[in-house]
């Protein structure tokens, strides 16, 4: 729940992790199930934290997309259903457009226009941000997201799930410079390729274990991330300088990542740009950024109708 855009008075989050982690992976059938189950309590969870009720609240604002489309309808209907019942304003936010504007909740200086990574579990896209309404995606990911990578390498290396933030912190012991993983080439030069480097990491551990020769997960952790964040890094970087954007801003569940968030720190510094990104708790999925996006929407008179669905892939712009 958001006031003024930007003043966060709760960010009611029930994880999932617990839930999915025996598969190593989210189960689109178990994530949608939860939610039908937690979402009462957690809308009442977040009224409580806000001191608020239902009738004190202006619009109801979802996410319908992109995403895992059951997960997503629960939102939307609830949504639907509360906006109906109250007859207040019904808001549809894009996942990705919310995960920049976190930005915006961390930041209450920065202005459009800026240049964005947005790295999660589902995408990674490079989006120029011309103004709070007006988004376009310059570079994308042609095959895996980079949080998949990273909770792919993860399984592999048996650390469980969610693989990005373990792979975080078992890096810090290792050497990044153990082993050199491939960074790929493009033919578009702002686009992403990660499954290349996936597999090397895989290939590389199944062939020593296939030889029976134990090695440092810490070394391949902090390798692969060596590997990955300076791809993300380099091509953000580039994208600012075509751009001509003085400002650099990351978003996302990897924009968590303290490998990723200081290259990006130091490499801003030395090209004299601006850097932005949200606290760790705003990068990854929440209601807060959502709002976000919700509330500008509101100002601008951008209502969503009793027809809003889900939709598992849906444009920025
Ligand atoms: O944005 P998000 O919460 O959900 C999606 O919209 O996908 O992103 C989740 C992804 C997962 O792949 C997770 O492993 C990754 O973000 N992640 C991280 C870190 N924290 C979360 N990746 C690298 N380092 C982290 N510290
Ligand atoms: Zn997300």
């Given at each position: 729940m958001?006031?003024?855009?930007c003043q966060v008075l709760s960010n009611v989050i029930n994880s999932q992790i617990e839930l999915h982690k025996r598969y190593g992976g989210v189960v689109p059938e178990l994530a949608s199930r939860c939610h039908i189950e937690v979402i009462d309590d957690v809308i009442d969870e977040?009224?409580?934290?806000?001191?608020?009720t239902l009738d004190e609240i202006d619009a109801i604002a979802v996410t319908n997309g992109p995403g895992l489309v059951g997960a997503l309808l629960v939102g939307v209907s609830a949504a639907k259903a509360?906006?109906?019942?109250?007859?207040k304003p019904l808001l549809a936010v894009h996942h990705i457009r919310a995960h920049i504007m976190a930005n915006l909740i961390a930041h209450h200086t920065l202005k459009p226009p800026f240049v964005c990574l947005v790295a999660s579990g589902g995408h990674s896209h490079i989006v120029l941000v011309k103004s709070i309404s007006d988004f376009e995606v310059v570079g994308r990911t042609c095959d895996d997201a980079a949080g998949?990578?990273?909770?792919?390498?993860?399984?592999?290396?048996g650390l469980g799930y969610p693989g990005?933030?373990?792979?975080?912190?078992?890096?810090?012991?290792?050497?990044?410079?153990?082993?050199h993983f491939p960074r790929v080439k493009m033919p578009c030069e702002l686009d992403f390729s990660f499954s290349g480097v996936k597999t090397a990491v895989i290939n590389y551990i199944h062939k020593l274990e296939q030889a029976g020769i134990s090695y440092n997960k810490a070394d391949i952790a902090a390798s692969f991330q060596a590997a990955v964040v300076s791809v993300l890094c380099e091509k953000t970087m580039r994208a600012a300088q075509r751009y001509d954007m003085?400002?650099?801003?990351?978003?996302?569940g990897v924009a968590a990542n303290?490998?990723?968030?200081?290259?990006?720190?130091?490499?801003c510094a030395k090209r004299g740009l601006s850097f932005f990104v949200p606290p760790p708790?705003?990068?990854?999925?929440?209601?807060?950024?959502?709002?976000?996006?919700g509330y500008y929407a509101y100002k601008a008179g951008c209502f969503a109708d009793m027809t809003l669905n889900a939709q598992a892939s849906l444009d920025i712009g």
């Open positions: 958001v006031e003024n855009g977040a009224l409580a934290q806000a001191n608020t509360l906006a109906f019942a109250l007859k998949e990578a990273y909770d792919k390498v993860a399984r592999v290396l990005g933030p373990l792979i975080d912190t078992l890096a810090k012991q290792g050497n990044a410079e153990a082993v003085k400002k650099v801003a990351l978003a996302g303290s490998a990723l968030r200081s290259a990006f720190e130091s490499e708790q705003l990068c990854t999925d929440n209601a807060a950024m959502v709002a976000c996006v």
